[in-house]
């Protein structure tokens, strides 16, 4: 089920409601949970004062948004500046001094392979500065 799936009242079978979380968590991790151990690994280090189920939960937030946002726009650059958009509206989940960190962590998910090798933490911070270098010239 995405973000914008959810119906209140709507009545699952144990079945369903199963057969929809296992491809949720197909659609989350297409490589398993190697993936998601090494994703929470280097969110950890990025912001270790952060709960584990807040991070992956703003990080699943923001991929999906970013999913969105490549269907929707014509560069990297248009879908990232669409994400942070979108995302800002969810301030009780993602807070504005992680943003750049999620959305650096979804796109080296995006490129992450079956051997589930994320870029190092410097290589995230990086990728966070130049994001948000990125973000200053739009202003």
Known sequence: MALGDFK?????????AAQEAAEYEIWA???????REN??????????KEAEKLMLISFLTCKELYEAAVKETESDEDAIKTLIA????????????????YTAAVIADAAVD?????????????????????LQKKK
């Not at 979108?86 to 750049?100: G, N, V």
């Not at 079956?114 to 990125?134: F, G, K, S, W």
């Open 114 to 134: 079956e051997n589930c090798e994320y870029p190092t933490v410097a290589q995230l911070r990086e990728h966070m500065r130049e994001i948000d270098e990125m």
């Open 29 to 35: 991790f297409p490589h398993g949970e190697k993936q």
């Open 86 to 101: 979108k995302a800002s509206r969810f301030k009780q989940l993602i807070h504005k001094k992680d943003l750049t960190m």
């Open 39 to 48: 994703l929470l690994l280097r969110l950890k280090e990025l912001n270790p």
């Open 8 to 16: 209140l009242f709507q009545f699952k079978s144990k079945e369903q």
